[in-house]
């Protein structure tokens, strides 16, 4: 079974770049048709899906998001990671990384616990 972890600082400030890694285990992230993703929920509000990255290294993120993501890989360490620069208070959130095995979500059937991120100075 695939599982997900994710892993980064908790206390970010202001302006600063917000960067988060995605550990999976059991699974390969160059298996083709696997998406991987990232997406965030501020608290009290709904999930908003931030990016992603296919199995084949391509991306793809939420347009119109201020502080701008990157998203990229590395398959030696089964690991994907998340970059947000500039960032803001209103980035605080609780960050999630998820599997869909077959594209784009939001089928995403494999999630990491999720780790709460804090934009504070």
């Known amino acids: 079974q695939v599982q997900l972890q994710e892993s980064g600082p908790g206390l970010v400030k202001p302006s600063q770049t917000l960067s988060l890694t995605c550990t999976v285990s059991?699974?390969?992230?160059?298996?083709?048709?696997?998406?991987w993703s990232w997406i965030r929920q501020p608290s009290g509000k709904g999930l908003e899906w931030i990016g992603a990255?296919?199995?084949?290294?391509?991306?793809y993120y939420r347009p119109s998001l201020k502080s701008h993501p990157s998203i990229s890989r590395d398959p030696s360490k089964n690991q994907f990671s998340l970059q947000l620069s500039s960032v803001a208070p209103e980035d605080t959130a609780v960050y999630y990384c998820?599997?869909?095995?077959?594209?784009?979500?939001?089928?995403?059937?494999?999630w990491g616990q999720g780790t709460r991120v804090t934009v504070s100075s």
């Open positions: 059991g699974g390969s992230i160059t298996t083709t048709k696997n998406y």
């Open positions: 990255i296919s199995y084949d290294g391509t991306t």
């Open positions: 998820a599997r869909d095995p077959g594209g784009l979500g939001p089928n995403w059937g494999s």
